[in-house]
């Protein structure tokens, strides 16, 4: 007899009876049996306080268990009322203010079942997801998640399951069935689920679901897919409905031959009928079948574990993965990324509300580190049911937020890439490029590369973040440059902008911004940062030994010019000096006027009275106007850094 008749039975033929409702919910028919609870309560006169209180209790366990929270939480509230008097009432009320994202509510509940039941693991995680989820709320991850309406429906659609070597193929439950049309599950209230696939056309967009029709199908209640790494079997999980004797889920496996799947066997993971298994998934390698159980030995809910996948229905023993990853509340729905690797949904570790999906890692020595995927991927609603694409960070999953009747719907995510480059130019001190310039980059994530700089003088190499990195330019017969990037730790794509100039080693170079007091070798207090400058390079450049050369413009005796040249020179020398370069680095030379500038093409292309190789000698600068001739003056004032030596303390 199917569910549907047998509530017609209850109600429209017998008196309805408490024993029925008990006998309902025992056996996980949570939607009859609170539909009989409901009857009974509106029977029950308000002075049977404790008989009332009772029915609230268990009709608000019923609704949580079917995903109804506000009738879970309004029947919770009514045993409140009549005083029942189970101390677990505070957490489950704890448990559904949670489930409804009244995270101050929940905190209270939860800490009333802390006073009553110290240090117990649900209240105090309870506690935990709730002060997390503000955080999660307000920092939320970068994954980008859609409502997939090409796979949703009116009713309820949830275990997406990816198919296919190009994952071209997506299979999923939903009770919009026509196999399963006159059939209607006691614990759900809702049909049962039939097996639908979706596939990609030529230009790579999802078609509208069909549903499964091969001899996997049962008429029974079927689903929560998953394919062995060579796609050729199917693990899920099967439900069938007996009014007689009632019986629980079990794990089902069905072989592909050509483009259809065989009738579904029973997979022989344990011997008995009676033990509840569900939720399979298998391994990539093919070396283990995980899967959800309620048996013997476990950690309080309903547990995950593994068996090694021998033959298609060969296994071995049951192994718990310990408690790590499961707790007194329930750990449902793995999915196996890779050997050290797993996402699952749980209600027992702190999360937002309801089921979460959390990702756990296994480290070199045996022990799961378990983490919560986040906000938008959670929420307070039931999260659970995910699968990737390959390599992919991004893949489906299912939830039954914004959904007023607790139904379940397909939604996508994907995680953008982040990219972090470093980009730029490698040019001499006049931006010209530089033939065989080479940029050497070494981070602690354990880079260490060259990359010749283009034609045209720029580079660009890809970084990752929150990652500190050293950097050198470096050319024949130029100084080296070295330049420290700490990336930022936001995952956020970046783009850092650096550019070399690197001095050559064959010819003078002008240190620009080097300033006197009139007429004096007095450094003034604006020079110090080009100074810093030459310092970093002479740091960048330990071998090198340089000559400083102080020069002045055409005005004044030969000999007075040498003299305050070479005082400034010295001025530049023991500033150096002083900020830790070797004495025997350095030389001080005055040239005074002896030594005129030569024009270069970034300064004709700055000042277009002087053309590129003129020699601003004194006949030159002469012939100029007053205003051209300060100009001139001014380009001739200048000290500049000449290597003299490239094999300074080298042994």
Known sequence: MCAVVAICALFGCKSVKLSDAEEKQRVGEYYAAAEIYRKLYRKTKPDQKELRSYIAYRMGDCERLVGNIPRSVSAYANAL??????????????????RNGRYADAIKYYTEYLARVPNSPLALNGIAGCEAAVQWNDHPTLYQVARMEVFNSRRSEFSPALFGEKHDQLYFNSTRGVVHKDSVNAITGTKNNALYVSKKDEQGNWQKPEEVTDAVVSGFDEGTPSFSGDWNTMYYTYCPDDAIDPRTAEIYYSTRSGAAWGKGQRAAIVKDSITLLAHPAASPDGRYLYFVADAVGGYGGKDLFRTRLIGANDFGGMENLGPDINTEGDELFPFVRDSATIYFASSGHPGLGGLDIFKATLDSLGKWHVANMGVPVNSNADD???TFAG??????FSSNRNDARGWDHIYSFAYPVVTIFIEGYVTDAEENTIENAMVHIVGKDGLNVRVPVRPDGSYR???ERDISYVMMANAPNFLNQNFELKTDAEERSETYYVDFYLSPADRPVVVENIFYDYDKATLRPESKEALDKLIRILDDNPHVTIELGAHTDRKG???????????RAQSVVDYLIEAGIATARLTAKGYGKTVPKTITAKMAEAYGFLPEGTVLDEAFVESLTPEQQETAD???RRTEFTVTGLEYNLR
């Open 384 to 386: 659970f049911g995910i």
């Open 557 to 567: 005796s030969a000999a007075y010019n040498e003299r305050l040249a070479q005082r």
């Open 391 to 396: 390599d992919a960070e991004a893949g489906f």
């Open 634 to 636: 001014q380009i001739n």
């Open 461 to 463: 190499v890809e970084l």
């Open 81 to 98: 009322r009549y005083n029942y008097p189970d101390s677990t009432l505070y957490l489950r009320l704890g448990q559904t203010y949670h």
